[in-house]
């Protein structure tokens, strides 16, 4: 299950990947990418609704993903499965790290855009690329 519920607020689970090489995870209430932060509650703080303030400035990415903790031994695949929407697209981020999946609203003018993984079996349900963090984007 990718989203938890609390009194009327639907979570999405995430895990936060900063510039420094942290990750945080937690659930988001109001992650928007037109804004230039969001508040992300600890699995703890999550029936008392209450969250620190992250800045998209320091972060990657933000994995929105089915469970908080993945299979680290999983390695996922690159290939595109047919009839997947959007462009198929790889990006490299400053620290080396890339991922392939596909998109539908790149523009590196915006703070940021989602990539849908390659593997349908991955974690990570859909990604937040911070735009200014990345080293290159490839269209596949």
Known sequence: MATLTTPDVML????VAYLDGRRSRGCVYDF???????????ESGLLQQKGSQVALKDLKAVFFVKEFRGDSKYKESKK???GKQGRTIEVTFSDGEKIVGTTQGYNPKNKGFFVFPADAKSNSLRIFVVN?????????
Do not use: C, G
């Open 12 to 15: 999405n689970k995430v895990v």
């Open 32 to 42: 928007s990418p037109l804004k230039d932060t969001f508040r992300l509650a600890s």
């Open 80 to 82: 595109i499965e047919e």
């Open 132 to 140: 200014w963090n990345v080293r290159d984007v490839k269209f596949l």
